[in-house]
């Protein structure tokens, strides 16, 4: 049976987790095992296998699936089957091109608005980082990823950044799926999210703007082999 605790992108209040629909907890549950790599990318899905695993009817199965699939994490075609669906070097593009744009903005607008609570909560996560760094959990600090920049995004005060930004959390989380592979080390991870928290707290909008890039354009050299016009800075 599904556990009803089970977190999806980042931790959320474990009352929110029960207001849940059963379809949407199945939904996060199969998410974490995709990015956990316990279910690989290519893999069929198959309905009854997984009303097995969850002990749910099909129905539920059915609805979860939908939701993955509206997600693009997904694909399900007539006769073939459902399939998590494989990165495309066209999706890194795409990721890697939309992240420097929304957050560069973002991170520059929300630098304005942090108070000391919001930089708390900040320290906060980069202290749970550098737990998962010692303990060399690259999942545990994908996850602690995807909750600082999405802190952060949220503090930007533009509604219409934070919804375009929602609706790539998925696509993002399976995007630092393949990234253990390019660092150098898990402090290296680490390193990064110090540095661009020193930058909002700095609240300079060049140096975040510096920050980001190098964060993103470090990842965008090593995954794609590509030089850039952006000076990586060494962490």
């Known amino acids: 049976m599904i556990q009803r605790g089970a977190s999806a992108l980042y931790q959320q209040d474990s009352s929110a987790m029960m207001q849940k629909p059963l379809s949407e907890l199945i939904a996060d549950r199969l998410k974490q095992k995709i990015w956990n790599e316990e279910i690989q990318l290519g893999k069929r899905l198959l309905e009854t296998e997984l009303a097995e695993t969850f002990d749910v009817s099909r129905s539920t199965i059915r609805e979860a699936l939908k939701i993955l699939e509206s997600e693009e ?10 399939y998590v669906k494989a990165f ?3 999706d890194v593009d795409e990721i890697i091109e939309l992240r420097t744009l929304i957050e560069e903005r973002a991170f520059i607008q929300a630098a304005r608005y942090l108070g000391e609570n919001d930089i708390k909560k900040l320290e906060a996560i980069v202290e749970q980082m550098k737990t998962k760094a010692d303990e060399q959990d690259w999942h545990g600090l994908f996850d602690l990823d995807m909750l600082f920049h999405n802190y952060v995004v949220r503090m930007c005060r533009n509604s219409r950044i934070i919804k375009i930004y929602d609706s790539l959390q998925v696509q993002i989380r ?8 390019y660092y150098s080390s898990h402090q290296s991870f680490y390193d990064e999210h110090k540095l661009l928290l020193q ?6 909008a060049h140096t975040v703007k ?7 354009a470090y990842v965008e050299t090593k995954l794609l082999g590509q030089k850039n016009n952006v000076e990586l800075e060494e962490v």
Do not use: E, P, Y
């Open 73 to 82: 994490l997904i694909n399900s075609q007539a006769r073939k089957g459902t």
């Open 210 to 216: 510096r920050r980001v890039r190098n964060h993103i």
């Open 199 to 204: 930058a909002l707290v700095s609240k300079d």
């Open 88 to 90: 495309t070097q066209q």
């Open 174 to 181: 399976t995007f630092l799926m393949h990234l253990d592979r």
